[in-house]
T-cell receptor
């Protein structure tokens, strides 16, 4: 199964953009890149997904490298409520969560 | 409101006493799944089901059973719980249309914190 690598933790100031990186050098052609986040004391929630092209939704943007070996989740204007663990997942038949990146937002 | 519910939310039990954690979804989703979350290990999939009467093992199925007799329910059964099954458990569901499960977001329940003494 293809694996992802994310930094253990990151910090950002409130109201500034946040770029969360994910490396997936062994990604296969059929693997979709999904991002989930887990707020404190809650279950994970879907953020965004993509295959090759960059994607935008109301929560975030997903920038995918041309070779698809890495991607970046972009929160355009972080708020304190965005403090969470963010998981980058390659999804084919099974769904494998890694340890994610714990994002701290500084007021 | 579209949701995944789990019961109980908290459970303390003793080794060997059979228990069931229920999971129910009201979104008519075909795909349902169970995960456990442990400090330092992240979320690991226990079992999943692609539809009624269809279940398959995830990454850590040992010591667990599941059943899918109805589309909306996917109970997790621990026949003889042991302390190493102390964990936070999440149920999730999503649409599944053949291989198009890869497109679909998963909706997670609020979690069940299980302690086995």
């Amino acid at each position: 199964d293809a694996k992802t690598t994310q930094p253990n933790s990151m910090e950002s100031n409130e109201e500034e953009p946040v770029h969360l990186p994910c490396n997936h050098s062994t990604i296969s052609g059929t693997d979709y890149i999904h991002w989930y986040r887990q707020l404190p004391s809650q279950g994970p929630e879907y953020v965004i997904h993509g295959l090759t092209s960059n994607v935008n939704n109301r929560m975030a943007s997903l920038a995918i490298a041309e070779d698809r070996k890495s991607s970046t989740l972009i929160l355009h204007r972080a708020t304190l409520r965005d403090a969470a663990v963010y998981y980058c997942i390659l999804k084919d038949d099974k769904i494998i969560f890694g340890k994610g990146t714990r994002l701290h937002i500084l007021p | 409101e579209a949701q995944v519910t789990q019961n109980p939310r908290y459970l303390i039990t003793v080794t060997g006493k059979k228990l069931t954690v229920t999971c129910s979804q009201n979104m008519n989703h075909e795909y349902m799944s169970w995960y456990r979350q442990d400090p330092g290990l992240g979320l690991r999939q226990i079992y999943y089901s692609m539809n009624v009467e269809v279940t398959d093992k995830g990454d850590v199925p040992e010591g667990y059973k599941v059943s899918r007799k109805e589309k909306r329910n996917f109970p997790l059964i621990l026949e003889s719980p042991s302390p190493n099954q102390t964990s936070l458990y999440f149920c999730a569901s999503s649409l599944y249309v053949g291989s198009l499960t890869i497109y679909n977001e998963q909706f997670f329940g609020p979690g069940t914190r299980l302690t086995v003494l």
